[in-house]
């Protein structure tokens, strides 16, 4: 596009294939969940178990994988010539021990592998209880850029500090405006759960999201500072949460069976593992294909989904930041919004005010984050009003400019000398005549 238009594009990344992983292995894996006659569905505790189990399956088959292939690598390179620049290029790609760390930066490791399951599991059980649409979810973007700044400062741009105000400000309006919207009985969320109870939620939520977002930068840290494997880290994370969820299973089974599936949802229903065996025997006797189907095909595509997506979010804090998964989700909600909304007034035919008003507001909020995010990471510049003074490219040309005027003097100042020099022999041949 031409310099001279108001707006223009930036350039895309090879790393963007990351973000487009984690929203693809994302939206399937929701739809996925959302399949009735898939049993594992209904049983939340246990579909976290089997979570987490697959981050230590697939995490230690990769991690032992890149390692041998690394390992091999370098004995081909001891066997022929290299020159000490590739040499040293190669030796950054290897990653540490965790077990060769000082023991402050463990507890560290493990702490933010804790903050994940948190996370995970905090959001899982509010959604349960159908808090969803308190999440205050612009306390994310606001925290992420806040510990990016601290623990990799570098300067925050006009383009990008404005572009991040318009998003929280008029999103965070937006997400109160939804939660004052009917939502049972012809009642708002405050009225039908409880204010104080709601408050409480918002306040927990905000709270979970600083700590996550501490996690996320941090492990950033982990990876590019200390060379820890991503795999190390998912490894961990599993290991943490399959332990915490397993215990939970084993506390709420000593308590026998206090989930009635005909009343209104309660934490025993949430932690009920053992009808799952139950239901999952009775498909067994009464239909072996879907049980077949049910064991070695729905739940290990369910386990792979679910490491391919923690896998794509790691590595875009390694070679991006956490910033770009937050772009991520909004696309991916972006598209699901408009998905839902077609499917309910086209197929379903469910037409009333009260949708089209959360559709509207809700669409409105994700093109303003949509928006935001695309000027703060400089895929779009704003031509105009000096908000493309310090974007990447400007930066860069100018730097190339001043290099080069740098370079003009050197040359010059060297020609002058030159001539100075030329002059006095000339001089001396003189004096010597």
Same mark, same amino acid.
């Given at each position: ?17 990351? *973000?487009?992983g ?7 894996? %929701?739809?996925?969940?959302? +399949?009735?006659s898939?049993?594992?569905? %209904?049983?939340? *505790?246990l579909q ?9 399956l ?5 991690? $032992?994988?890149f390692?041998? *292939?690394?390992k091999?690598? #370098?004995?081909k390179?001891?066997?022929?010539e290299?020159?000490?620049k590739? =040499? ?7 990653y540490n !021990? +965790?077990?060769?760390?000082?023991? %402050? ?5 493990i702490f933010?592998?804790? @903050? ?25 973007i ?7 700044n ?15 105000i ?20 012809h ?6 759960k ?11 939520y905000?709270?979970?999201?600083f700590i ?8 950033? $840290?982990?990876?590019?500072l200390?060379y820890? =494997?991503?795999?190390i ?21 000593f308590?026998?069976n ?7 949802a ?13 239901? +999952?025997?009775e498909?067994?006797? !009464? ?7 049910e ?6 595509f ?10 794509? @979010?790691?590595?875009?804090? %390694?070679y991006l #930041? ?8 909004n ?12 499917y309910?007034i086209?197929?379903?035919?469910e037409? !009333? ?5 959360k559709?509207?507001i809700?669409?409105?909020?994700e093109?303003f ?5 695309l ?7 704003? /031509?105009?009003?000096?908000l !493309?003074?310090?974007? /990447?490219?400007?930066?860069?040309? /100018?730097?190339?400019?001043?290099f080069?005027? @740098? ?7 060297? &020609? ?13 041949? /003189?004096? &010597?005549?």
């Amino acid at each position: 596009m031409s310099e001279f238009c108001c707006i223009g594009f930036g350039k895309c990344s090879y790393f963007y294939f990351y *973000l487009l992983g984690a929203m693809l292995t994302n939206a399937i894996n %929701k739809e996925f969940h959302k +399949i009735d006659s898939f049993i594992l569905n %209904k049983y939340i *505790l246990l579909q976290s178990i089997t979570r987490y189990f697959s981050y230590i399956l697939f995490g230690l088959f990769f991690y $032992i994988l890149f390692r041998y *292939l690394h390992k091999k690598k #370098n004995n081909k390179n001891n066997i022929m010539e290299v020159n000490k620049k590739q =040499s040293s290029i190669e030796q950054k790609l290897i990653y540490n !021990n +965790i077990l060769k760390f000082p023991k %402050k930066d463990i507890l560290s490791c493990i702490f933010i592998c804790f @903050v994940y399951v948190i996370h995970f599991e905090s959001l899982k059980i509010i959604g349960y209880y159908k808090f969803h649409s308190l999440y205050i979810w612009t306390a994310h973007i606001g925290f992420v850029i806040i510990f990016m700044n601290i623990y990799f400062p570098k300067n925050i741009y006009k383009h990008q500090l404005y572009s991040m105000i318009f998003v929280i400000f008029l999103d965070t309006i937006l997400i109160f405006v939804l939660t004052f919207l009917k939502y049972d009985d012809h009642k708002n969320i405050y009225q039908v759960k409880g204010t104080i109870l709601c408050i409480i939620i918002i306040l927990y939520y905000i709270f979970l999201t600083f700590i996550y977002s501490y996690a996320e930068v941090k492990t950033k $840290i982990f990876i590019d500072l200390k060379y820890l =494997s991503p795999y190390i880290i998912i490894i961990l994370v599993g290991i943490i949460g399959c332990i915490s969820n397993i215990i939970t299973a084993l506390i709420f089974g000593f308590y026998g069976n206090k989930c009635n599936k005909l009343s209104e949802a309660n934490i025993y229903c949430y932690a009920n593992v053992s009808f799952y065996f139950i239901e +999952i025997k009775e498909l067994f006797n !009464n239909n072996p294909k879907d049980f077949y189907l049910e064991i070695f095909f729905f739940s290990p595509f369910s386990m792979i989904l679910e490491f391919l997506n923690l896998t794509f @979010v790691i590595f875009i804090f %390694k070679y991006l #930041n956490p910033g770009y998964q937050l772009f991520s989700d909004n696309i991916y909600y972006i598209i699901s919004d408009l998905i839902y909304f077609i499917y309910f007034i086209y197929i379903k035919k469910e037409f !009333n005010s009260l949708t089209i008003k959360k559709f509207i507001i809700s669409e409105i909020s994700e093109i303003f984050e949509f928006l935001g995010f695309l000027i703060y990471l400089e895929l779009i510049e704003l /031509r105009f009003c000096g908000l !493309n003074k310090n974007i /990447r490219k400007n930066i860069e040309k /100018r730097a190339e400019i001043e290099f080069m005027g @740098v370079m003009n003097n050197k040359i010059s100042i060297n &020609s002058v000398l030159i001539e100075e020099e030329d002059e006095m022999e000339k001089n001396e041949d /003189r004096f &010597s005549i």
